[in-house]
Structures are given as C-alpha cells and as structure tokens.
C-alpha cells in the first residue's frame, strides 16, 4: 500500500514569486508520481507525471517537480507564478506492479492562491 | 471528443434515497472508476472496473454499487443515500494493459448533498 503526505493544506503567495509545494509518499515497491491541478468547479487534470529515467520532469506552463528517491519526495516547483496558477493541486502515487497500475492514492491536496 | 461525462452536475437527495450517477466515456478505455472527494481528504476510489463485466471495489466501497454492462458507461448506484455520503464525486478512465502507462481522465464531478 502507498500513501501521500502534502504537508501544507494552503499556500498563499504574491503573482512573480516563486513557490514550492511539497508531497512526501510512502511505498514498499516503486511507483509513478503525478501532480494534478483542479481549478474551481472542475475535474482533476495531469500537469505532469514521474514514469522513469530523468528525475526532473516540466510540464508546458512552467511547473516542474523532481522525483527523489532517497527522500521519498516529489515537490512541485514553479520559478514565477501568475494569478491563472490559484487553484488547488494534489500529488498521486501508484504502484508500477500490473493490475494496480491505474489506482492512484492522492495526497489531501494544497490550495494554491496568488495574490496581485 | 467529448472525454469523461458525469451526470448530474448537482444532485440533493433525502436520507434513504436512490440514485444513480452516471459516467460516459468516449475515448474507448477500458479502465474506468470512481473517486469521492471530500475536504481535507483528497480523492479515495470507491469502485473501479478493468473492462465491461469486471468490477471491483477500492477503499470505501460501502454504500455503493457500481455494474459495467458497456465500454462506455461505468454508473454508481447509491441504494440508500446516508448524510455521510455527501461529497463531490468524480469519475476517471484511462486505457490499460501492458506498455506505456496511461493517466487518467476526469469528469467534471457531481456534486451530491444527503440531507
């Protein structure tokens, strides 16, 4: 079993700031790492996942998160965040065994806001 | 393309009531399941099927049922609604099988209030 610990519930910081959201997992065998992004009133969408080779993955608006092993952690990094970043984002886990691949533990989630 | 649909977007129901949330994907996958989520809490899976005919239960199944008659549809049934089942659910598919990993797709979520 695996399990997802995102340590801040909300993060406020001001628009060009930088900011880090952080996301600690637990698991006995290796995994796929996933941030979902959820604006309001939607559904979750992929802003980018961890499969294998590089540990530092991007996604297209700028975010990137680095997959490391040795602290069990796959923070979400961003270098300038606008106020179209405010929203609330969660980190998933899943283990790579067949027949479990697609249940993904997420983490209790972190609201993003960006103030002017 | 459509993607992931979920009906009804709101849904209030009475203690002891039924309802059914349906879910309609047209991306052809063969992985579909059901996630609720509530604050604080992220997204737990209730139930989840691998293919039309396969089901099985996640971590909080009780009180729900969920049947896979077609590739397309994936519904969860509330037989008897409780308060404690007020949430936002949100249905997920994604392709499955052997090869390259596919991440899931979300509906929009049905937002159901048990009073």
């Known amino acids: 079993a695996q399990s997802v610990t995102q340590l801040d519930s909300q993060v406020p910081v001001f628009e060009e700031a930088p900011v880090e959201l952080r996301c600690n997992y637990s698991?006995?065998?290796?995994?796929?790492l996933f941030w979902y992004v959820q604006y309001p009133n939607q559904g979750l969408q992929l802003l980018l996942k961890?499969?294998?080779?590089?540990?530092l993955v991007k996604s297209i608006n700028g975010f990137e998160a680095e997959f490391n092993k040795s602290q069990t952690s796959f923070h979400l990094r961003k270098p300038s965040v606008h106020i179209s970043d405010t929203a609330e984002y969660f980190c998933a886990v899943t283990s790579i065994s067949s027949g479990s691949a697609r249940q993904l533990t997420f983490g209790s989630g972190t609201q993003l806001t960006v103030l002017p | 393309n459509a993607g992931v649909t979920q009906t009804p977007k709101f849904q209030v129901l009475k203690t002891g009531q039924s309802m059914t949330l349906q879910c309609a994907q047209d991306?052809?996958?063969?992985?579909m399941s059901w996630y609720r989520q509530d604050p604080g809490m992220g997204l737990r899976l209730i139930h989840y099927s691998v293919g039309a005919g396969i089901t099985d239960q996640g971590e909080v199944p009780n009180g729900y049922n969920v049947s896979r008659s077609t590739t397309e549809d994936f519904p969860l049934r509330l037989l008897s609604a409780a308060p404690s089942q007020t949430s936002v659910y949100f249905c997920?598919?994604?392709?499955?099988?052997?090869?390259?990993?596919?991440?899931?797709?979300f509906g929009n979520g049905t937002r159901l209030t048990v009073t």
């Open positions: 997920a598919s994604s392709y499955y099988g052997s090869g390259t990993y596919s991440p899931l797709h």
């Open positions: 698991s006995s065998v290796s995994v796929y």
């Open positions: 991306m052809n996958h063969e992985y």
């Open positions: 961890y499969l294998s080779g590089s540990t």
